[in-house]
Structure formats: C-alpha cells, structure tokens
C-alpha cells in the first residue's frame, strides 16, 4: 500500500510560482512511475507530468518549459515546480503513484492562479 498526501497548492497572481508537494507513505524509491494529474471544474483530469525510471520524464505540452517534476528518493517525496503560471493552470492538483500494477492518488491540493 501507498499513501500519497499533498501540499503547497495555494492561491497566487498570473506570473507567479508554487511548489507542490507529494510525500509518500514508504519508501519511494521502489515505485517506478510517479506523476502529477491535474482537473479544473467541468473537465476531466489530465496529465500534468510524469516520471518513470529510466525513461525520459513526460510533460503536458502546456506546462512544457513552465513545469517542472523532481524526486527526492531520501525523502520519499516527489515535487512539482510551477512557475509562470497561467489562469488556465487553476485546478485541483493530484499525485500519482503506480506500484504493484495498482494506481494510488493522493487526496489532491488546490490551485488557483488569479489577479
């Protein structure tokens, strides 16, 4: 089993940055893909970034060069840097954690990018 339990998300203006948290029950360093997910109200969740061990890490074409998903297998935590964020980049935040053929979500953390 796997806990995943996020923090960071926030409120901030167009232009400005958040760091988002994933801490993981147990050790991370076995889990071979981790991720972000995103869903804003009224649409469906999408894929915000993705880490696997020994591929090259994916990213949503709209968070390219804005984004970026690191891991600090010490501390059993994966990040997410945002930076340059957008209105379009408000929703509800998700990570993600494929262990075991079994997917595990955390309970989600709020972003909301507004003037």
């Known amino acids: 089993q796997v806990q995943l339990v996020e923090s960071g998300g926030g409120l901030v203006q167009p232009g400005g940055s958040l760091s988002l948290s994933c801490a993981a029950s147990?050790?991370?360093?076995?889990?071979?893909?981790m991720g972000w997910y995103r869903q804003a109200p009224g649409k469906r969740r999408e894929l915000v970034a993705m880490?696997?061990?020994?591929?090259?890490?994916n990213y949503a074409e709209s968070v390219k060069g804005r984004f970026t998903i690191s891991r600090d297998n010490a501390k059993n935590t994966l990040y997410l840097q945002m930076n340059s964020l957008k209105p379009e980049d408000t929703a509800v935040y998700y990570c993600?954690?494929?262990?075991?053929?079994?997917?595990?979500w955390g309970q989600g953390t709020q972003v909301t990018v507004s003037s």
């Open positions: 880490f696997t061990w020994g591929r090259s890490t």
């Open positions: 147990g050790s991370i360093f076995s889990i071979n893909t």
């Open positions: 993600y954690a494929l262990y075991r053929r079994t997917d595990y």
